[in-house]
């Protein structure tokens, strides 16, 4: 086999490579075997059609086939040779493969050289840190709690900051198309909430309807919606109250297996300690490769970013 290495630049580099005629046609022989094993060619028996009829009849895929095997192959072989490794898998191209001719192609490839990126000794940076304060675990305790928060019905009185509020709604925009919605549930004080929706909802009981119009601002981050004046009709079919539950012992049994809220407590600073070393290794981690990316003599090969 015969190779011929150039380089592009200092990491991107092609090899020119000729694989000898008697190899070439081994291998078509080779795989035109296993096609006439396989094959049924009318007027012959399977297994019978002489190689002849095989390498005419299924010559692309014969090629096909050989170039798929050969080129790999000769590829690894090329840069072993040369005690090269590829960062990626090498883009191959001028493939020229004719029966009792050589195979030839070409390989690019991007490589990463040899460099001394100096004293490591020198490289210094503070650690990310780790530690995890009470009020995380506090804020970890009280994201459990919301996610076991239940709604309870509400009866005798209005609308209340903080409620869920059951409704049908239609609304209409400024060319009086309408656009409606059955059993829609809004809890006042959701940052989706539109600009004063839910001050047209307070003191609202179940059963009433009302119509309003809402100004959104021209900073509206909905820009369809921006600076435009939206007509609604709400009739309201239920009034729930998000109730959060007690953060205490039978709590911490309701999530499995602790038996105390201390208990949880020591099982939530455990998982937010674990995250945060590794949060912290990676930190650590992309510090130092930036410190020992400018030590790089040359321009890291596209393929590798």
């Given at each position: 086999?015969?190779?011929?290495?150039?380089d592009v630049n200092a990491t991107r580099k092609t090899v020119r490579v000729e694989i000898p005629t008697d190899v070439v046609s081994s291998e078509i022989d080779r795989v035109a075997r296993d096609y006439s094993r396989k094959a049924r060619v009318?007027?012959?028996?399977?297994g019978k059609t002489p190689p002849r009829v095989i390498k005419q009849r299924f010559k692309e895929q014969i090629l096909h086939d050989v170039a798929h095997d050969l080129i790999p192959r000769a590829v690894d072989?090329?840069?072993?040779?040369?005690?090269?490794?590829?960062?990626?898998?090498?883009?191959?191209?001028?493939?020229?493969l004719h029966e009792g001719q050589p195979l030839t192609f070409t390989a690019?490839?991007?490589?990463?050289?040899?460099?001394?990126?100096?004293?490591?000794?020198?490289?210094?940076y503070k650690r990310?840190?780790?530690?995890?304060?009470?009020?995380?675990?506090?804020?970890?305790?009280?994201?459990?709690?919301?996610?076991?928060?239940?709604?309870?019905?509400?009866e005798g009185r209005g609308v209340d900051h903080g409620d869920t509020v059951v409704l049908?709604?239609?609304?209409?925009?400024a060319g009086g198309t309408p656009d409606k919605h059955s059993d829609v549930s809004i809890e006042l004080g959701a940052k989706a909430n539109p600009p004063g929706f839910d001050e047209q909802l307070l003191g609202l009981e179940v059963g009433a309807t009302k119509e309003f119009t809402i100004h959104y601002p021209a900073d509206y981050p909905i820009g369809e919606l921006a600076n435009t004046?939206?007509?609604?009709?709400?009739?309201?079919?239920g009034l729930k109250r998000r109730v959060l539950p007690e953060l205490d012992d039978e709590f911490a049994k309701d999530l499995g297996e602790f038996e105390t809220l201390d208990a949880l407590k020591s099982r939530v600073r455990e998982?937010?300690?674990?995250?945060?070393?590794?949060?912290?290794?990676?930190?650590?981690?992309?510090?130092?490769?930036?410190?020992?990316?400018?030590?790089?003599?040359?321009?890291?090969?596209p393929s590798i970013i």
């Open positions: 086999m015969k190779t011929e290495f150039a009318p007027g012959f028996r399977p072989d090329a840069l072993r040779e040369q005690g090269l490794e590829a960062v990626d898998t090498p883009d191959v191209r001028d493939v020229s690019s490839f991007d490589t990463v050289p040899d460099f001394d990126p100096g004293d490591l000794s020198t490289i210094t990310a840190s780790n530690a995890i304060s009470d009020d995380a675990v506090d804020l970890a305790l009280q994201r459990l709690r919301d996610r076991g928060a239940r709604f309870e019905p509400v049908d709604l239609e609304r209409r925009d004046d939206v007509s609604y009709t709400v009739a309201v079919k998982d937010l300690e674990h995250e945060a070393k590794h949060a912290a290794e990676r930190e650590d981690r992309a510090e130092l490769m930036k410190q020992l990316a400018t030590r790089l003599p040359f321009e890291a090969p």
